[in-house]
Structures are given as structure tokens and as C-alpha cells.
């Protein structure tokens, strides 16, 4: 790969090979695009409609062979959105199959059924209990016919670690998706996303994505990169949160960006940085603020987009800056304040140098707490331990315009 350190113009054209990892400090780095455009054999939302309503039908003991799940009437499973083969979860024991039967419309049996799956223990079940499809895949894709299972993965095989998404950045660990679909993202393939570069959908409800482990920047100065549609008009839309409430925040809202940051202690530094804030610092300046966003226009509404917003520690006057550039251009620029608000009038508000401004980052979709979930699509998320300085921005600019054909130029 082409790094920095070859002594290669930030301003010219990016080489075959350049990856955001050649910048350097990249601690979080969630490349959604990468693990659901493989084999899909996790069950998304968009695979779902009318699957989570399905109820076994027959009493299951706490032990002993179970070869066939019968589902019950009214309650079974749509023919023609059931995988051929997979994984189902009913109550806290996952089972394998492989091939069903149906009548009708309707999928009446889960066939060559193997129980106590993906780690789970054996444990009764009552009829009536609730089943889900977990993970699975479909005949056509090798060509067979509907329910057969036949050319398909042997799901007995099936591990929970299969739910996990890495972090390619160097503070590793990893989110884990939900092995209920109605928690878990889909994906899509419109818009922002492609066939060959599918992305995350999240609904706005109870979507969302856990850290492994929570992960802290070790300063105040860090960098957040996103790509991403906003939809629904977002309002308070958290793109990632911290372990502890609201404390560490990165939110979309209109045409503002809203963060709180403080890794430790109880007291939030808080700030908005707005598209349309077009002042610039008489110290400390990046240059000519773009007026992006204009007075109210909620700019980030279904409009597909790369923000990187930039935190740093001001060397020459100690005051804490942020910036904000879409795809294109500066579009905001503003000062920490630690009373609650943002500072909005340019230099010299009343910044407070706080020092307690690190970032903690524990949840991808919502807040710990699972509100102010995000509603839209989710391609790339990237948290840098360090200021990206200007040119670094300008790499990163290029190389996903390249990426995303249809990134807002506003």
C-alpha cells in the first residue's frame, strides 16, 4: 500500500492501493461494506417480513434428539423468505436445518434438524414458544430448488462469532450484530449502497451495534470520518455513543453536528457545530468556510454523504477547535464549550480549554441506553486518535469520492 511516508504530495492524485489505514492512528475503523458484501448467511431485515411470528407447534423435552421442527398454524414461516438451511433460536437454544416443507404459502416444517447448536444447551421448550431465523441461505443461489437445502452450508458448523463485524483499526475487538432480526441492521443496496458495495440499513427503533470492549482516544485531539445517509428527516441521530448514557456522543441533527466528549468523569464537554456557521478563527483557522448546510436546511436528509469532523487542541492559543468538512469543502468550524452549548460566534467565544475531552466510543446505531438510534444507511465508520491535519483531510476526501459514486457535493 502507498503510505505517507513515501513523501507523496498530499495533492496529487490518490495511487491504486491507498487505504485510510495509511494515514496512521486510525484506532476504530468499521468498513461495513466489506463483510456484508461476502456470503450472506445472516439473516437480515430485509429477509424478515413475516418470518418473526413463527411458533413451534409441538412440545420440545430438555434432552434427547429432536430431527424436525413442526411450526404451528397461523404462526409458521413464509415460503418464499425462509432460507433453504440455517440456524433458528427458540427461547435460549439455537437448532440447525436443512430443507422444508411447506403448504402453500406457508412453510410448515423445519426439516434434518440438529439441536443445541452455536454453543447453546439443550433445554425444554413449550408449544407456542416463539421461533426466529437467525442465519441461513438460499437454494437458488446454488441453483437448487426451494426447500430442499440441497448444494447449501451444513449450518451444524454455525458459530455466534460469525455475528461479528472486526475493527481493522489497531484497537481491535469487534461489534457483534444481534441474532434477532428485528435488532439487527439490514442491508441495502440503493442509494449509497451498491450490489457490489452493499451497506448497513438501521430503522431508526432498536437497531444498534455493541463494542466488544469500549474504546478511549488518548487525548483530547481525535477525528471522526463517516459515511452515511440520514433519513427521516434526522433529529438527534446518534451515530455513535459511549458506555455511560450521553456522556460521549456524535449525533446528526439538520444541518448540525452534535458531540459531547469526555472519557472520564461525569461532566459532559459539549459542542454543535453547524454547516451554515460560516466564521472563521482569527487563530487557528483552516481557511474559507463553505456555507453548506444554509440557515435551517436540513442538508444531511437523504442526501449520501462523507463527513469528517476534527477535534484538536489549538497549539498557538490552547483553545479547543473543531472543523467540519463534507466530501468537498470546509463547511463548519467552531470552539469548545464546556457549559452546554456551542460557541457559534467565532473567536473568541467562551471556550474554556476544558481538559477532560477524550472520546469513548462503545456503541455504533444509539446511545448506551438505545435512543437516539440512527435511521438511514451506514457504509464506513472511522475514529482517528489524533487531528487529521488539512491535507490528511484532502487524502481522504479523494479516496472516497472515488469510493461512493454519489457522495453530496453541495
Given at each position: ?203 431508526g427503533g432498536n437497531d444498534r451495534l455493541p463494542l466488544d470492549t469500549a474504546v478511549t482516544t488518548s ?192
Amino acid at each position: 500500500m502507498i503510505g505517507l511516508g513515501l513523501g507523496i504530495p498530499y495533492e496529487q492524485p490518490l495511487e491504486v492501493g491507498f487505504s485510510p489505514l495509511d494515514i496512521g492512528d486510525l484506532l476504530i475503523y468499521y468498513d461495513f461494506t466489506s463483510y456484508v458484501g461476502g456470503e450472506k448467511n445472516y439473516v437480515t431485515k430485509s429477509d424478515t417480513t413475516g418470518l418473526l411470528s413463527a411458533e413451534i407447534n409441538d412440545s420440545i423435552p430438555s434432552s434427547g434428539a429432536v430431527n424436525f421442527l413442526r411450526l404451528k398454524s397461523g404462526a409458521q414461516l413464509e415460503t418464499s423468505l425462509c432460507p433453504d438451511a440455517g440456524i433458528v433460536k427458540v427461547n435460549s437454544e439455537y437448532f440447525s436445518y436443512s430443507g422444508f416443507t411447506t403448504s402453500g404459502s406457508n412453510v410448515t416444517i423445519l426439516n434434518n434438524v440438529t439441536r443445541a447448536q452455536a454453543g447453546s444447551s439443550e433445554e425444554a421448550h413449550s408449544s407456542g414458544d416463539a421461533l426466529i431465523v437467525v442465519a441461513g441461505s438460499y437454494a437458488e443461489s446454488v441453483g437448487g430448488a426451494s426447500g430442499s437445502g440441497s448444494g447449501l452450508r451444513d449450518f451444524t458448523d454455525f458459530g455466534l462469532t460469525e455475528m461479528r463485524i472486526p475493527n481493522l483499526g489497531s484497537a481491535g475487538g469487534y461489534v457483534t450484530l444481534s441474532d434477532d432480526p428485528l435488532t439487527r441492521p439490514g442491508f441495502v443496496t440503493t442509494e449509497l449502497g451498491t450490489t457490489k458495495k452493499p451497506v448497513l440499513h438501521f430503522d431508526g427503533g432498536n437497531d444498534r451495534l455493541p463494542l466488544d470492549t469500549a474504546v478511549t482516544t488518548s487525548s483530547g485531539n481525535f477525528s471522526v470520518v463517516i459515511i452515511f445517509r440520514a433519513e427521516g428527516n434526522p433529529s438527534s441521530d446518534t451515530v455513535i455513543g459511549g458506555s455511560s448514557a450521553g456522556i460521549n456522543q456524535f449525533k446528526i441533527n439538520a444541518n448540525t453536528v452534535l458531540f459531547r466528549c469526555n472519557s472520564t468523569g461525569s461532566s459532559n464537554a459539549f459542542n454543535q457545530i453547524r454547516a451554515n456557521n460560516t466564521t472563521a478563527y482569527s487563530v487557528g483557522s483552516r481557511g474559507t468556510v463553505v456555507d453548506k448546510g444554509a440557515a435551517g436546511n436540513s442538508f444531511l436528509n437523504n442526501q449520501s454523504e462523507f463527513l469528517a469532523f476534527v477535534k484538536e487542541k489549538n497549539t498557538t492559543d490552547n483553545k479547543e477547535k473543531v472543523y467540519l468538512y463534507d466530501v468537498q469543502d470546509l463547511i463548519g468550524e467552531d470552539l469548545m464549550n464546556n457549559s452546554g452549548t456551542g460557541g457559534q460566534s467565532g473567536y473568541p467565544d467562551n471556550s474554556e480549554n476544558p481538559s477532560n475531552t477524550g472520546f469513548e466510543i462503545a456503541h455504533i446505531g444509539a446511545l448506551s441506553n438505545d435512543t437516539g438510534d440512527f435511521s438511514g444507511e451506514l457504509a464506513e465508520v472511522l475514529i482517528y486518535d489524533k487531528a487529521l491535519t488539512a491535507e490528511e483531510v484532502v487524502l481522504l476526501q479523494s479516496y472516497y469520492d472515488k469510493q461512493y459514486a454519489d457522495l453530496d457535493h453541495e
